[in-house]
């Protein structure tokens, strides 16, 4: 079974930048979340999907951050413009609903502003 | 509000020896508490869980944790530490979504890092 793609695996830019993160579920899953991890931290839920609409995005930085899922499967994470405290690692997964708290990581994407 | 502290960003320890990982949680409503892992260059992938059944729950690769609610607790103990075992590990609670089925957003602790010794 094929797990949680993310691409691209790093990515560097200068602040005020944009930037875009791609997310490829699990097939099936109807659940998909974001979370940014910074360096030290557990990771933080920034939006959460069932299918395409949106659960849950009480933690998204709306003025920069913005994220859509078209057709229920695929998802991006857009930041613009991007700052220094941006700098993080955005880990996408996908569950099942329920999801019993089984969330399916991908490897996520590295991200350094400068 | 939910939260999780996780004692100790650091623990080490030698091969065969004992691992405890600690984690203490704060919830309003009985919590769903779950354990993480995450080896190095790979995503985090699901341990263990507790969901109000039993209070000692058993996971992956001989690892097992104990909800205590009076200390409001949820440790990760292995008996007998492997070299394999040296990872990130992560706590996390959530809890059922009112009117849903779904176990909402997890909050995660700051993570623990595990290192073994030959």
């Known amino acids: 079974e094929a797990g949680v793609a993310q691409s691209p695996r790093y990515k560097i830019i200068e602040k005020r930048q944009s930037v875009a993160f791609w997310c490829n579920p699990i097939?099936?899953?109807?659940?998909l979340y974001w979370y940014q991890q910074i360096l030290g931290q557990g990771p933080k839920l920034l939006i959460q999907?069932?299918?395409?609409?949106?659960?849950?995005d009480s933690q998204l930085p709306k003025d920069r951050f913005s994220a859509e899922r078209l057709k229920g499967v695929d998802s991006t994470l857009k930041i613009q413009p991007a700052k220094l405290e941006d700098s993080a690692v955005y880990l996408c997964?996908?569950?099942?609903?329920?999801?019993?708290?089984?969330?399916?990581f991908g490897s996520g994407t590295q991200l350094s502003v400068l | 509000a939910q939260s999780v502290t996780q004692l100790g960003s650091h623990v080490s320890v030698s091969e065969g020896a004992l691992v405890l990982l600690r984690c203490n949680y704060s919830?309003?409503?009985?919590?769903?508490l779950f354990w993480y892992v995450q080896y190095p260059n790979q995503g985090l992938q699901l341990l263990l869980k507790?969901?109000?059944?039993?209070?000692l729950v058993k996971g992956i690769n001989g690892f097992e944790a104990e909800f205590k609610k009076s200390e409001t607790s949820f440790h990760l103990t292995k008996p007998s530490a492997h070299m394999s075992d040296a990872a990130e590990y992560f706590c996390?609670?959530?809890?059922?979504?009112?009117?849903?089925?779904?176990?909402?957003?997890?909050?995660f602790g700051q993570g623990t890092i595990l290192t073994v010794h030959p």
């Open positions: 997964a996908s569950s099942l609903e329920p999801s019993g708290g089984r969330l399916f």
């Open positions: 097939s099936g899953h109807a659940t």
């Open positions: 999907f069932q299918n395409n609409g949106v659960v849950d």
């Open positions: 919830s309003s409503v009985p919590p769903y």
């Open positions: 507790y969901t109000s059944a039993a209070t």
């Open positions: 996390a609670v959530s809890h059922r979504q009112a009117g849903g089925t779904s176990y909402g957003k997890l909050t």
